[in-house]
């Protein structure tokens, strides 16, 4: 069985690669080939380059970070991305998830949803979300951009949903009238235990601060530098620069590392605080609101800290020192996280074994009226589907037809509508 997943796998930030990477370790366990899709990523174009390299260059970091950070971010797509090429394999089944590919009134276009994610264009037999994300879209925010209806319609062509977060999960009861499953980020799911040594990591104590480069203000630095020089460890920032600490360009194998040997964590990511979670790190977290310019991510961190009783490792109006000043409790996490595991697990082995068996049904089916072509482990071919469905077939073999759910690709939803309408500008 072929499985094309459809993610944010071709962005410059850890959380994005390895979302990825343990979404198609996943598959292959459950013994299906995994190619990764590509999709369009708009250009950032000559001047926003430049606007980026000049705020590089004239902000508050060292000279040795600026360097440092310009090179990692130039070089980590061309470093890492070739693991995700397209194998070229027709996909019997196709994931659109993780992360926030459902993300469609984000500001920034390099990141933001587009109609790939949506599975537009697949022409796989079935279609599901695996853990996807709104991210910074609401209900209201859909509403106000006129796109509740295309969303719906998008939402529609699935043949099962599943959403990361409880943001993500209302906008599919409104729209569809369905509660979709809420599951864990499969960076959640994978086993990490190779990772806890200590290869490749500074040898000196260290505070790790994790974030995109330079939004941590002057007062949470101020705050954070207090807390590290009380806890006896040096700053180490990755992933983006900032005004205080050392920055490392490591690897995306060295990453985990990094988080599993820190003293002690403060972030302001979404895969900050799952890393965090994973090694079971004291940390402190920065929920960000979304500002013009500025992407948020108050919903998805919320949630995730929320859904294992975490919320008291959010950093509102408090300092860092005092969230540090308890321990993290992470019972409720020890106690729910095998169940959500086990949940993201069986979501995705049904979806694999009911594609086995619509494929036998189809087979069947097939061989019933005498005609067309088939390729054992594949199922129909589209040509097939096709012309099975104007065939005349009795009733008693109908039924078989209806379970095996023989559509063509996007027969929920007028395409051009809804193409037409993820063009236009967002408020």
């Not at 198609?24 to 950032?44: A, C, I, K």
């Not at 999960?169 to 235990?193: M, T």
């Not at 948020?296 to 969230?323: F, P, T």
């Not at 078989?400 to 759910?405: G, P, T, V």
């Amino acid at each position: 069985m072929n499985v094309g997943i459809l993610t944010m796998c071709r962005l410059a930030n850890y959380g994005s690669y390895w979302q990825a990477r343990c979404l198609g370790r996943m598959m292959e366990r459950l013994g299906t080939q995994v190619s990764y899709l590509s999709y369009s990523v708009p250009s950032e174009g000559r001047a926003r380059k430049v606007k980026r390299f000049w705020q590089v260059a004239f902000s508050p970091f060292s000279l040795r970070d600026k360097i440092r950070f310009l090179l990692f971010k130039a070089t980590f797509l061309r470093k890492y991305s070739g693991e995700f090429k397209e194998t070229g394999r027709q996909p019997d089944l196709l994931i659109v998830g993780s992360d926030e590919v459902f993300n469609v009134t984000q500001e920034n276009k390099i990141a933001a949803s587009r109609e790939d994610y949506f599975g537009m264009n697949a022409t796989a037999n079935r279609k599901i979300s695996f853990a996807a994300s709104f991210g910074q879209t609401t209900l209201r925010k859909l509403r106000g951009n006129n796109l509740s209806e295309a969303i719906s319609d998008c939402l529609s062509s699935f043949d099962r949903l599943s959403v990361r977060d409880e943001n993500s999960a209302q906008i599919v009861r409104e729209l569809l009238g369905q509660s979709p499953p809420v599951l864990p980020d499969p960076v959640l799911c994978a086993d990490w235990s190779g990772y806890a040594c200590p290869s490749g990591v500074p040898r000196e104590p260290y505070c790790l601060l994790y974030g995109y480069a330079g939004r941590f203000s002057e007062d949470e630095c101020r705050g954070i530098c207090e807390f590290a020089q009380a806890l006896g460890g040096d700053i180490i920032t990755i992933g983006g620069a900032q005004r205080i600490g050392r920055f490392l360009p490591v690897s995306v194998e060295e990453a985990p590392r990094i988080f599993a040997q820190a003293l002690a964590v403060v972030t302001d990511t979404f895969h900050g605080c799952v890393f965090s979670m994973v090694f079971r790190k004291e940390f402190a977290a920065y929920a960000r609101k979304a500002l013009p310019g500025q992407a948020g991510n108050e919903e998805k961190v919320g949630d995730l800290l929320s859904r294992y009783a975490l919320e008291d490792r959010l950093c509102a109006s408090a300092q860092v020192s005092e969230i540090f000043s308890h321990k993290t409790d992470y019972s409720v996490l020890e106690e729910k996280l095998p169940e959500d595991q086990k949940a993201a697990w069986d979501f995705l082995r049904e979806a694999v074994e009911t594609w086995e068996e619509s494929s036998r049904e189809e087979r069947e089916i097939l061989e019933w009226s005498g005609g067309g072509e088939t390729d054992p482990g594949r199922g129909l071919r589209v040509r097939d589907r096709t012309r099975l469905q104007s065939r005349e077939i009795p009733q008693a073999v109908r039924g078989q037809r209806e379970e095996a759910d023989l559509r063509k690709p996007g027969d929920r939803f007028d395409r051009r509508r809804v193409c037409g309408r993820f063009g236009q500008d967002l408020r």
